[in-house]
């Protein structure tokens, strides 16, 4: 019988540590590891480096989770700093204060190189208020680059993401309006008229709810979170509003000409909202 050097045990026969897992375990804090042990303080060994392992991985998470909270606090400093650059037609300061309230969201939403921030990452959040801020920047950013033709790209991609995120919001109206005006001043107008042919394509629309609550109502709104990041995920979400779209219209017109029905299909449409938020 051999008495183990860790454990004091008598047993038959020791065993090497393995180099690697020397390594690992000094790397977790533990040191002046006998050359040989028993099979059980073998295995021993290994949970402790497994357990050390999943702490690190568990800290370094959270480290990332603390870093993420962090940044989402600082963004609204960027955008307080930005707006107030834009009323003193500080435009490049404006532009680097906003870009770095993008990039923000990127690394709070792990938006991945080469992929572009989408209104579907703030579904699973409290957080879908802020479209309408993400579409304000990209509309402050499509105006700025406008200033110069070598911006005429970044004009374009913030023309292409105003289009995708301005439907779940209730600036909608007014910001169509602006775009419509600004056309006709725009250096680079063909972008202007790309972005109001791409939102108008972007934006079916909610003809029950429009008709009932007006097009810009935070319950349209609601309800156009619901139909584009829930029922269109699914087969059967998506033949229901093929049959929303092949009956709505008929029934909007019927509330627009007989408006005393309009309370009971709004308390109708909050009682579904409740439901499905």
């Not at 995120?165 to 001043?185: G, L, M, N």
Request: hydrophobic share 40%; aromatic share 8%.
């Amino acid at each position: 019988m051999i008495q183990c050097p860790r454990c004091g045990i008598q047993v038959t026969e020791l065993h090497p540590v393995d180099p690697d897992l020397v390594e690992k375990l000094q790397a977790a804090g533990e040191s002046n590891l006998p050359p040989q042990v028993c099979a059980g303080c073998i295995s021993d060994l290994r949970r402790t480096v497994a357990t050390s392992s999943g702490g690190v991985l568990m800290a370094q998470e959270r480290a990332r989770e603390q870093h993420r909270l962090t940044l989402w606090k600082s963004r609204v400093q960027l955008i307080k700093k930005a707006r107030m650059c834009m009323n003193s037609k500080l435009y490049s300061e404006a532009a680097i204060a906003y870009e770095k309230y993008l990039k923000i969201l990127d690394i709070v939403f792990e938006v991945k190189k080469g992929d572009r921030l989408r209104p579907e990452a703030f579904k699973e959040s409290a957080r879908t208020t802020e479209l309408t801020v993400v579409a304000s920047v990209y509309w402050d950013l499509m105006r700025i680059y406008d200033t110069h033709e070598k911006y005429q790209d970044r004009m374009l991609n913030a023309a292409k993401q105003l289009a995708i995120f301005i439907q779940f919001t209730p600036i909608y109206p007014d910001i169509i309006k602006k775009a419509e005006s600004f056309v006709r001043s725009a250096n680079n107008p063909g972008v202007v008229k790309q972005f109001l042919k791409m939102s108008d394509k972007e934006r079916p629309r909610c003809f029950i709810a429009t008709s009932a609550f007006g097009p810009q109502a935070l319950e349209v709104q609601e309800l156009r979170v619901f139909r584009d990041f829930t029922l269109k995920s699914s087969v059967a979400g998506r033949k229901f509003i093929y049959a929303y779209y092949k009956i709505s219209p008929s029934i909007a017109c019927l509330l627009d000409k007989q408006p005393w029905l309009k309370p009971a299909v709004r308390a109708a449409l909050r009682l579904l909202i409740k439901c499905v938020s």
